[in-house]
């Protein structure tokens, strides 16, 4: 049974609720971690996407001419890490003590320069991607070796989902995606394989792989 004061309190949360509104092209890329964390939380959100076709125009009243934005009521917030913060902060995976936070962003920051080395080649002509994807796979598993190490539990952090479980299996998908890369990139990275798979098996997540596959 609630007590008057939680039940005043699930009340106020439910009036101060925000419109939140993720805008996006209609694939994965950089907004589908940010839909899984709100999945995750229950966060209510209406998932906006676009046609490739609609960009040009979209584009000229983007904050900083890129997406993802996330507007929430009359704010508009730019960059996929800001709006994996302000998301995390309400479905409950970005951790209440500032040490284990930065630790946090500190894999986020890891995780974004193994994708870097793969987004250089997207648009190289397709005789000089073998050859800089190769590079960049030697560059990947360096530094999934010392990510492995990093990691504390069932999730980067222990035993519960932050931000960056959410990240990760997205941007090992991505880098699977494309030609010239192994089927499975962490066949010889046994920890990080079995957090990938505990956080697409999180019951929210699933559900949503699911529903938008």
């Not at 500190?106 to 397709?126: E, G, K, L, N, V």
């Not at 069932?154 to 960056?164: D, H, I, K, R």
């Amino acid at each position: 049974v609630l007590c008057k004061q939680h039940f005043i309190f699930l009340l106020t949360m439910a009036a101060n609720t925000p419109n939140i509104r993720l805008t996006y092209f209609d694939f994965k890329g950089r907004a589908e971690p940010i839909r899984r964390i709100m999945a995750h939380g229950g966060v209510t959100f209406e998932d906006h996407r676009f046609a490739r076709e609609d960009w040009a125009e979209l584009k000229q009243t983007m904050p900083f001419g890129q997406v993802p934005v996330l507007s929430v009521d009359d704010t508009v917030i730019s960059g996929s890490i800001a709006i994996e913060r302000y998301v995390g902060a309400l479905a409950g995976t970005v951790p209440a003590d500032p040490l284990q936070a930065a630790k946090m962003d500190m894999i986020r920051d890891a995780i974004s320069d193994m994708w870097t080395p793969f987004s250089a080649t997207i648009r190289m002509a397709d005789e000089d991607k073998e050859a800089a994807r190769a590079a960049a796979m030697v560059k990947l598993n360096s530094a999934l070796a010392m990510l492995e190490a990093q990691v504390a539990g069932t999730f980067f952090l222990g035993a519960e989902p932050t931000n960056v479980d959410f990240v990760f299996p997205c941007v090992m998908d991505a880098v699977e995606f494309l030609d010239h890369t192994p089927d499975d990139v962490l066949a010889d990275f046994a920890v990080l394989r079995a957090l990938r798979a505990s956080a697409l098996e999180l019951p929210a997540v699933a559900q949503w792989i699911a529903d938008h596959s």
